[in-house]
């Protein structure tokens, strides 16, 4: 059992602290609080010498964006570790690991909204503005070489994301932009990348981590 | 200037560093307007003209020293510049080689003042040492590439990164006026060659076609004879012989003018020539030029002769013959039909040839565009170098400073979408094609004038398009389909969403999704593993899919499929979406039968099941089951139209399951269930099973519902179903048949009132159901129904009262109401199947003696009478049914009955019919005419007699009751009784006493008896054993078979005694 208590914590503290976390999620019932708990501590503890006890550092934490959740674009996956790491010390702790997860695999829509709205707004302003929106698609078309300007498409993709969500005419997308348009049309809410695991990844996720537990 | 020079300058050789620049003067042009722009710069931007170049251009002047003046420091065989840097002198020449090398703007441009004359020659030198000065001048970050043009980029960088360096900036300005440059060389260039346009076979081809047509002997034609040399035309469109093509040459013709010789001419690549004509005592040709070369038929002609030019005004005022200007193009066209009625001239109908012409000659202009382009996004290249890329000023800035050539490019571009707008598929495709060769071949375009064979392609490409206003929406939905097929899965979604804010319901947007290739990308999209993709490709997918165009264009792409494979996902919106999409597209017979082949039945039935829907609170999981549940009920609706598809369903188990479903409260779930029920129904097992499975309960249930629609549907179910009889007492006793009524009331609603009436007229069919529908007194509003509503309705109201009529009180009901006149009225109608309703109603209602003298007097029977002559058997075995209870009530029946010219000959012709119910009704007629002798001596000279004989070999109950009813009455005039037993009509009659129906016994024994009054027939009748058989009859409770029986035998009996008498006397 020390194995999986790598922080220094007392067994009583370590209980107590997934008691709280069951409760302030409310979305993971006690064993899945402990198996998520579990699963951090393992990820925290495969590099000991980073770990200065504060939990998951930003390489660590992509690492596991990629390999279990199928992450691909690097600024993409630093959004969404800011967005898990809520007081910005460039750790995910346990309970940011617990409570951005619980968005992560259970999150209701409106949850889902706020997060991605919160990975997409790069310079965290409140607002998706075109540089922003530019930045993240640069990728997204395939670049012809015919093409005269590589990144013409870019743009007009922006102009018409943005034709789609900016509903006050702004030329930036507000939060409320965002979640008008996402409520009216589910597919934009991952319009600028792809920051949520996909079904199948979150439920071969939670399989292998309730279920492994559940062997021990 | 880099990219005017690569591709716009004429380079002698393709090899780097080697190639000499021709003197032409295209280039001419352009080194006059690059050393212009170096004088430009030394006077207008000093700043930038002292800028020393990063490397020295270097070439080989031919320079003497003589020439240098004060500002150089003269010292032996060297020449250095006064002015310097850093102690490097900014010019440095070196007579005995040559070499020369600069390194300002500043010092080109006093090089060239002190050269006025060899300004020319040392650019060109120049330019030929250097061939991408910019690159030497501000460093390799800024070569030409081929392609993309990275410099704008490194500037902006280096600007960025060193905001101390004043040089960066300077550097800065210096390229963009460089840019400047570069575009206006480009623009000159464009012009320049867009003058410089070749001939081609298929535009001389059709300047002759067309001046052939206009040629002739009279004084207003503009030739008297145009004609080939040869006749033969080589498959690339030349005449010439191939060791002549060559050398250009595409025809040879012999003109003959209205006021000059015979002109013998060539036509080549390179113009229109007067050759050296016909070489004497041979048919060869002196190839020799022999003049000028015009730049194409009409101009040379025009040239030469006076008469043709006047001559030419003079059409032209009808008709634009005039090509020189692209812009007249538009107004050509248009005045070309015009101009095909006021000229007679047969043969000018070779339009498509005169477009082509007309192209051939703009053929230039799609070149103007491409390059447009590029210059344009060089435009906004420059413009775009300040740091923030999107600032709205720079957008308004751009359409400054270049807003003609933004509207010239948009224009341009708008006209090709036009065309290609009104393509058809096929074409499109080609089409498409072309246009993506076209834009990866821009940059060839640019560099060298367009080989023959691309403008052929062009001008195949442009025939297809032509001026149509075109919606906005096609070239925006082309740009949306663009970024589907080359973006990733952001991309994608992005441009699926937008595209979802078209009006997708339009057909516009719909086929412009056709066209541009959309729906190939939608499918593409459906074989990917991105869940968004898909769901927004199926969104699309669903609302276009209602146009039967796109249906079978999906069919035709293999997008069924598909969809039948994502019915199989665990995504439950996809699958519903899929299954909606299905729905739309099973709409014909092909759709329907692919869903099957693939599976797709026993997908979409496997999605029926779900939960029990009555249970109060349900999940949002639950909620979706349900929703699936009816899109896949939708899908199975569309698909049950099919016969195959319906044993299908039946076979993957959906009965039950519709049979769960239809217990559900919600309408939007009850319509596709009773939709496919209902359309299911037409089967018997799907009867079987409406009625087994307790359907019948629901169906009558939601009859009380709120959506018409529904309604609707529940009453064609019943309508069907109603054919077996269980059913029809079902209906009833779920309190089915006050319902059914009610929605009598729903006169508006057509389709609605068609199902219920059909409903009522099925049901109708059982007795218990007609006196029940006597309560609801339904008749009246029956009989008002019978005026003014559209066939559907009226076939059923009228067999609805057909079935009514079969009770007395409602036939006493229908005379009362008003009834018979709207039903006589409708005897004179068309639709066949109103026409064995209305015949069977009022057959019905003429068993009342009452009914029967309205009928009479509203020439009914003659009516009646008349429709047995229609082509089609269920009318005339209606129609003669309907006769037989009119002839026998009616006053005087026999006077009437021969008051039809030719009625009685019909009617015995009808025998000759090979349908069953035709004969048996025929009889039944014909027993009713035969009551009045005068008739029966009528038809019996018609030959009814051996006519029914032929008939007595029939197997069919129904036939021979009404048979042997005929032959019965026959007997009853002259020798018909012995005429019968000649045709041999008593043995068959004797075996009808075999069968198992009363009736048959009964009609069969009447005849018998008749017939035994002819000894010999007794005699026949006895060899067949008929004593026997009518000796079992005898104990029938049915008095009249008793008694013709007993009459038979007694007659026999009769014979035997006066036979037995005879013998023994």
């Known amino acids: 059992m020390s194995r999986i208590r790598p922080l220094d914590m007392s067994r009583k503290q370590y209980q107590q602290m997934a008691d709280t976390l069951c409760i302030l999620t409310k979305r993971f019932n006690r064993h899945e609080v402990q198996c998520l708990m579990k699963v951090f501590n393992t990820l925290a503890g495969t590099f000991p010498e980073r770990r200065v006890g504060v939990g998951l550092d930003r390489n660590t934490f992509r690492n596991v964006l990629h390999n279990t959740f199928g992450m691909t674009d690097d600024m993409i996956m630093d959004r969404v570790f800011r967005a898990f790491d809520k007081d910005n010390d460039s750790y995910v702790s346990m309970r940011e690991w617990i409570e951005g997860l619980s968005i992560f695999l259970r999150g209701t829509l409106d949850e889902k909204i706020k997060f991605c709205f919160e990975v997409f707004d790069l310079n965290g302003d409140g607002f998706i503005s075109r540089e922003e929106m530019f930045h993240m698609l640069k990728s997204s078309l395939i670049k012809q070489p015919t093409e005269e300007d590589p990144d013409e498409g870019v743009k007009d993709l922006v102009e018409i994301a943005l034709k789609k969500m900016d509903y006050d005419h702004d030329n930036k997308v507000s939060y409320t932009d965002f979640e008008k348009a996402v409520k009216d049309e589910n597919l934009l809410l991952e319009a600028f990348g792809p920051c949520l695991p996909d079904t199948k990844s979150a439920l071969a996720f939670e399989e292998h981590a309730f279920k492994k537990s559940k062997d021990e | ?1065």
């Open chain 2, 1 to 1065: 200037m880099g990219i005017a020079l690569t591709r716009a300058a004429q380079w002698t050789a393709a090899g780097i560093g080697v190639g000499k620049l021709e003197f032409t003067p295209l280039n001419v042009s352009l080194l006059n307007s690059i050393i212009k722009f170096v004088e430009y710069v030394s006077s207008k931007h000093p700043q930038e003209a002292a800028l020393v170049f990063r490397e020295p251009l270097e070439w080989t002047s031919k320079l003497e020293i003589s020439a240098f003046g004060s500002d150089y420091q003269i010292s032996g065989k060297t020449v250095v510049s006064k002015e310097n840097m850093d102690g490097n002198p900014l010019l440095l020449f070196e007579a005995s080689t040559g070499v020369i090398k600069v390194s300002t703007f500043n010092q080109l441009a006093k090089l060239l003042e002190i050269t006025p004359k060899e300004k020319l020659k040392e650019t060109q030198a120049c330019l030929e040492a250097n061939r991408d000065p910019i690159a030497k001048m501000l460093g390799p970050s800024f070569a030409t590439v081929e392609g993309e043009d990275k410099s704008m980029l490194h500037l902006l960088e280096k600007v960025k990164k060193g905001d101390q360096d004043p040089q960066a900036e300077i550097q800065m300005k210096l390229f963009l006026l460089l840019q400047q440059l570069d575009m206006q060389l480009l623009n000159t260039t464009l012009q320049k060659i867009s003058q410089e346009v070749r001939l081609n076979p298929q535009a001389v081809k059709s300047d002759v076609q067309l001046l052939q047509s206009f040629s002739g002997e009279g004084d207003k034609t503009v030739l008297k004879s145009i004609n080939y040399t040869s006749e033969y035309e080589f498959s690339n469109g030349c005449r010439a012989p191939p060791w002549r093509q060559v050398y250009g040459d595409i025809c040879y013709l012999i003109i003959n003018t209205h006021d000059t010789d015979t002109l013998y001419v060539t036509c080549s690549t390179a113009g229109v020539f007067l050759n050296g004509g016909l070489m004497k005592d041979s048919e060869d040709i002196i190839y020799d030029r022999n003049g000028d070369i015009y730049k194409d038929l009409i101009t040379f002609l025009k040239e030469k002769s006076l008469t043709f030019a006047e001559n030419l005004t003079q059409v032209q005022q009808n008709f634009a013959l005039q090509k020189k200007s692209p812009s007249s193009r538009k107004a050509q066209r248009a005045e070309v039909p015009i101009n095909e009625e006021l000229d007679q001239s047969e043969k000018f109908t070779d339009y498509q040839d005169k477009n082509k012409l007309e192209k051939k000659k703009t053929s230039s202009k799609p070149k103007t565009r491409d390059t447009k382009k590029e210059e344009q996004s060089y435009v906004k290249k420059n413009l775009e170098s300040s740091h923030q890329l999107f600032s709205k000023d720079d957008k308004t800035q751009m359409k400054d400073q270049d807003p003609d050539k933004i509207k010239q490019d948009k224009g341009t571009d708008e006209t090709v979408a036009t065309g290609k707008y009104r393509c058809k598929a096929p074409q499109e495709k080609k089409h498409l094609s072309q246009r993506a060769s076209r834009a990866s071949g821009i940059s060839e375009e640019l560099s060298e004038s367009s080989t023959e064979s691309e403008e052929e392609q062009e001008d195949m490409d442009r025939q297809q398009e032509s001026n149509t206003d075109l919606p906005s929406e096609y070239w925006q939905i082309q740009k949306v389909v663009k970024y589907l097929k080359g973006g990733n899965q952001t991309a994608t979604v992005i441009a699926l969403c937008s595209m979802r804010d078209f009006n997708l319901a339009s057909e516009t947007c719909q086929l412009a999704i056709r066209d541009v290739g959309g729906l190939e990308v939608l499918i593409n999209l459906l074989d990917t593993e991105e869940t968004k993709c898909k769901i927004g490709s199926l969104k699309i997918l669903k609302e276009i899919s209602k146009n039967p165009q796109i249906q079978r264009c999906l069919a035709d792409l293999g997008g069924l499929q598909i969809m039948v494979k994502i019915l199989d996902s665990s995504n439950k919106d996809l699958k519903c979406l899929a299954a909606e999409t299905i729905a739309n597209i099973a709409r014909f017979r092909r759709a329907r039968q692919t869903v099957r082949l693939h599976g797709g039945i026993q997908r979409l039935v496997g999605l029926l099941d779900c939960v029990p829907m009555l249970s109060a609170n349900l999940s949002a999981e639950q909620e979706k089951d349900i929703e699936v549940a009816r899109c896949g009920a939708l899908a199975l609706w569309s698909c049950s139209k099919s016969k195959k598809n319906k044993d299908a369903i039946r076979k993957a188990g959906g009965i039950p399951l519709l049979a769960c479903l239809l217990k559900s409260p919600h309408e939007n779930m009850l319509i596709p269930v009773v939709g496919t029920l209902q359309e299911c129904a037409s089967e018997p097992s799907y009867r079987l099973a409406i009625r087994t499975e307790n359907m019948v309960t629901d169906l009558v249930r939601n009859l009380n519902s709120e959506s018409q629609e529904l309604q609707m549907h529940c009453a064609r179910a019943i309508f069907k179903c109603a054919e077996d009889e269980e059913t029809r007492n079902l209906v009833r006793t779920h309190n089915g048949l006050a319902p059914l009524v009610k929605l009598f009331s729903k006169s508006d609603n057509k389709e609605l009132l068609a199902a219920a009436t059909g409903a009522v007229w099925k049901c109708a069919i059982s007795r218990e159901n007609v006196d029940r529908f006597k309560h609801l007194r339904i008749i009246e509003t029956l009989i008002n129904l019978l005026v003014g509503q559209p066939e559907e309705v009226l076939i059923n109201v009228v067999g609805a009262l057909g079935q009514c009529a079969r009770d007395h009180v409602i036939r006493a009901i229908i005379r009362r109401s008003g009834g018979i006149d709207p039903l006589v009225n409708l005897l004179t109608g068309t639709n066949h199947a109103l026409l064995v309703n209305v015949t069977k109603a009022v057959g019905e209602c003429a068993v009342d003696a009452e009914n029967m003298s309205i009928i009479e007097s509203l020439d009914g029977v003659r009516l009646l009478w008349s429709l047995l002559k229609k082509p089609n058997p269920d009318i005339q075995a209606s129609a003669a049914w309907a006769l037989c209870p009119c002839i026998e009530n009616a006053k005087e029946a026999g006077e009437m009955v021969r008051s039809f010219v030719g009625g009685l000959e019909l009617i015995v012709n009808l025998l000759k019919s090979d349908n069953i119910e035709v004969l048996a009704s025929v009889c039944a007629a014909l027993a009713k005419i035969a009551m009045d002798e005068e008739n029966l001596a009528v038809i019996t000279d018609h030959g009814v007699v051996p006519m029914l004989s032929s008939l007595t070999y029939t197997r069919d109950d129904k036939l021979r009751q009404h048979l042997a009813d005929a032959v019965a009455c026959c007997c009853k005039w002259g020798n018909n009784r012995v005429a019968f037993g000649e045709t041999g009509a008593v043995a068959p009659l004797v075996h009808y006493l075999k069968s198992k129906n009363p009736l048959v016994h009964r009609a069969t024994a009447e005849a018998l008896h008749q017939l035994s009054f002819d000894p010999k027939n007794c005699i026949t009748m006895h060899e067949n054993g008929v004593v026997k058989l009518l000796l079992n009859l005898m104990d029938s409770t049915d008095e009249a078979l008793q008694e013709a029986a007993a009459g038979c035998i007694s007659n026999i009996r009769r014979l035997a005694l006066a036979n037995e008498k005879a013998r023994y006397k």
